[in-house]
């Protein structure tokens, strides 16, 4: 167990529709990261936040949207959605391992569009 | 550009045959490089860091910074390594952070 938590498990909704995914980081660690890892793309960075702001954007749609609270979970918006978003999301926190930062992943949330 | 290319989709070894999964990276910065192995779609787990050198699992990994790879080793392979594996490069951001950038990874299959 990597101490990183994700809520829901599985999601099944319809396109169109509007979902959120929610990330609980490691206790201490200030970075959240999501990737989302589909059959096609492989894995894939969307974005880091790191203690409430927004440090860093991969590949991540304007549909999408996230953000970090004051208490450091973040949650991870998807709206307006396509059969093509229907993936696995993780979330990672990281913490600094000396000389350089190591991402320790979530369980997950499986997400499919109808 | 960073990129992380895993060639093999799919490797099947016997049991306790060796193994050897192989990463290359191009990267214009000072590689960080890790081995993440996911088992049935679970969670990614960290099984090995470059920076520290250990063997994880019986599993090693050698950076080569003359060929830019950072292949996965195993002598004798286990049934229970038979998953999901990631070659995955730390890569600096315009915020100052890292993001890590993934292979399409390797899916072994070790074989009774």
């Known amino acids: 167990d990597s101490g990183v938590t994700q809520t829901p498990k599985h999601l099944i909704t319809a396109t169109g529709q509007r979902v959120t995914l929610r990330c609980s980081p490691r206790s201490g660690d200030l970075s959240v990261y999501w990737y989302q890892q589909s059959l096609d793309q492989g894995l894939q960075f969307l974005i880091q936040y790191y203690n409430g702001e927004e440090r860093a954007k991969g590949n991540i749609l304007e549909r999408f949207s996230a953000q970090q609270f004051p208490d450091l979970h973040s949650e991870l918006n998807l709206s307006s959605l396509e059969l093509g978003d229907s993936a696995l999301y993780f979330c990672?926190?990281?913490?600094?391992?000396?000389?350089?930062?190591?991402?320790?992943f979530g369980p997950g949330t499986r997400l499919t569009v109808t | 550009a960073q990129r992380v290319t895993q060639p093999e989709k799919l490797l099947s070894v016997f049991k306790g045959a060796p193994v050897e999964l192989k990463c290359n990276y191009s990267y214009s910065g000072s590689p960080e490089l890790f081995w993440y192995v996911q088992y049935s779609r679970q969670r990614l787990q960290l099984l090995l860091r470059?920076?520290s050198r250990e063997s994880i699992k019986g599993f090693t990994a050698d950076l080569n910074k003359g060929e830019t790879s950072f292949h996965l080793k195993k002598p004798f392979a286990q049934e229970e390594d038979s998953a999901m594996y990631y070659c995955a490069l730390s890569v600096g951001t315009q915020g100052g952070s890292e993001k890590l950038v993934f292979g399409k990874g390797t899916k072994l299959t070790v074989n009774p």
């Open positions: 470059h920076i």
């Open positions: 990672a926190s990281s913490a600094y391992g000396g000389d350089h930062y190591e991402q320790y």
